[in-house]
T-cell receptor, first 114, second 111 residues
């Protein structure tokens, strides 16, 4: 079975500072990896995904993530955050075969302070 | 691209009452459909998924059931709600892009 650990439940950052949200996963088979963002009282919006190829993937809103197979990590980064980035961020994995059920981490609440 | 609708957006129900939440998808055909629940302060848990009409797989034993009467319709139901059924219910759709896209969600409060 797969599992996802998001190491920080809350991350406070000042506006225009860089941020990294950490995600580690566990799986005995190959996986796809995703980051989703959830704004208050809304559904989940896809930020970016890793399916194959280049280990550095770029997403929407200036976010990027790097897949590191040896460290089983998929950390999310942004060089300069804005107030509008305040939200809950979820890392998720799914195995490549079958119905592709997503397994989510517990989420990281990113708070941007002016 | 696909659009996912969920109805209703918010629901307050007494304990013991029935439940029906609807998810409909536009812009795609033969999608995989999923129901997730997000309890307060917690991550998302997969409840059910469906790979086709009438095909339902349950992930966790619970008070809920799901049905897929049409290709792009997915319904979450309960005969008698429990307090523990409160949460934010999200429907998701996966097409050929190996990616799940989520609807706006239904917030359920059981009192």
């Amino acid at each position: 079975a797969q599992s996802v650990t998001q190491l920080d439940s809350q991350v406070p950052v000042f506006e225009e500072a860089p941020v990294e949200l950490r995600c580690n996963y566990s799986s005995s088979v190959s996986v796809y990896l995703f980051w989703y963002v959830q704004y208050p009282n809304q559904g989940l919006q896809l930020l970016l995904k890793y399916l194959s190829g280049s280990t550095l993937v770029k997403g929407i809103n200036g976010f990027e993530a790097e897949f590191n197979k040896s460290q089983t990590s998929f950390h999310l980064r942004k060089p300069s955050v804005h107030i509008s980035d305040t939200a809950e961020y979820f890392c998720a994995v799914t195995i490549i075969q079958g119905a592709q059920k997503l397994v989510f981490g517990q989420g990281t609440r990113l708070t941007i302070n002016p | 691209s696909q659009t996912i609708h969920q109805w209703p957006a918010t629901l307050v129900q007494p304990v013991g009452s029935p439940l029906s939440l609807e998810c409909t998808v536009e812009g795609t055909s033969n999608p995989n459909l999923y129901w997730y629940r997000q309890a307060a302060g917690r991550g998302l848990q997969l409840l059910f998924y469906s790979v086709g009409i009438g095909q339902i797989s349950s992930e966790v034993p619970q008070n809920l059931s799901a049905s897929r009467p049409q290709d792009r319709q997915f319904i979450l139901s309960s005969k008698k709600l429990l307090l523990s059924d409160s949460g934010f219910y999200l429907c998701a759709c996966r097409t050929s892009e190996e990616t799940q896209y989520f609807g706006p969600g239904t917030r359920l409060l059981v009192l």
